[in-house]
């Protein structure tokens, strides 16, 4: 059974880092794209970044470029976001989502409706 579960969620002060894992069960992270999406109070979901099932391949939204990094461990099963000069305005709640595209891929999705598989959300917040 596929199973998505983030944490590293807390509270951080502007200009602060932060990382975040998504531990991933019941699947090989070598056939699956994974994204992280972002969610304020108010707002739609937003894709955040995603990494390719070739892990070769990353993509970032504008507003997180250059500040945000994804990656993954094969081994461990788990994708990290790496979270550097947060601004208040990156407060949400963080979700890892998991979309099937075979072997070797190097497709980066970032729509919400092309993930069927979601994680609970860990949650971020940035302020003094």
């Known amino acids: 059974q596929l199973q998505l579960v983030e944490s590293g969620g807390d509270l951080v002060q502007p200009g602060g880092t932060l990382r975040l894992s998504c531990q991933v069960s019941?699947?090989?992270?070598?056939?699956?794209?994974i994204a992280w999406f972002r969610q304020a109070p108010g707002k739609e979901r937003e894709g955040v970044s995603s990494?390719?099932?070739?892990?070769?391949?990353?993509r970032y939204a504008d507003s997180v470029k250059g500040r945000f990094i994804v990656s993954r461990d094969t081994g461990k099963k788990t994708v990290y976001l790496q979270m550097s000069s947060l601004k208040p305005e990156d407060t949400a709640e963080y979700f890892c989502a998991a979309a099937w595209s075979g072997s070797g891929s190097g497709w980066t999705p970032m729509l919400h409706t092309e993930f069927y598989n979601w994680g609970q959300g860990t949650h971020v917040t940035v302020s003094t």
């Open positions: 990494i390719s099932s070739s892990g070769g391949r990353t």
């Open positions: 019941g699947i090989n992270l070598d056939y699956y794209a």
